[in-house]
Nanobody, 117 residues
Framework: QVQLVESGGGLVQAGGSLGLSCAASGSIFGINTMGWYRQAPGKQRELVATISRSRITNYADSVKGRFTISRDNAKNTVDLQMNSLKPEDTAVYYC???????????WGQGTQVTVSS
C-alpha cells in the first residue's frame, strides 16, 4: 500500500499563486510516476500534470506555462506550483501515484483550490 498526504490549496484571487505538496509513504517502488489530477463540480477528474522519477513531465494544455510540477525522489514528494490562476482552475486537486505493480493508481484525499474572479 501507498499512502499519499496532500497539503496546500485554499482560496486565492484570479491571477494569484498557490502551491500544493504531496508526500508518499509505504510501499514505494523505485520506478514510479507521481502527479496531480483535479475534479471540478459536475465534471470528470482530469489530468493536471505528472512527473516520472527521471523527471519527465506531462502537462494538460490548459495549465502549460502557468503550472510547474517538481519532485524530490529522496523524500518521495511531489509539488505543484500554480501561477496566474484562473476561476476555471477551481477544483479539488488529487495527488496521484502509479507504478507497474498494479493497474490502478493510488490517490490522495484531495485538497480544495478555489480561485475567485
Amino acid at each position: 500500500q501507498v499512502q499519499l498526504v496532500e497539503s496546500g490549496g485554499g482560496l486565492v484571487q484570479a491571477g494569484g499563486s498557490l502551491g500544493l505538496s504531496c508526500a508518499a509513504s509505504g510501499s514505494i517502488f523505485g520506478i514510479n510516476t507521481m502527479g496531480w489530477y483535479r475534479q471540478a463540480p459536475g465534471k470528470q477528474r482530469e489530468l493536471v500534470a505528472t512527473i516520472s522519477r527521471s523527471r519527465i513531465t506531462n502537462y494538460a494544455d490548459s495549465v502549460k506555462g502557468r503550472f510547474t510540477i517538481s519532485r524530490d525522489n529522496a523524500k518521495n514528494t511531489v509539488d505543484l506550483q500554480m501561477n496566474s490562476l484562473k476561476p476555471e482552475d477551481t477544483a479539488v486537486y488529487y495527488c496521484y501515484y502509479s507504478d507497474y505493480r498494479r493497474s490502478t493508481p493510488y490517490w490522495g484525499q484531495g485538497t480544495q483550490v478555489t480561485v475567485s474572479s
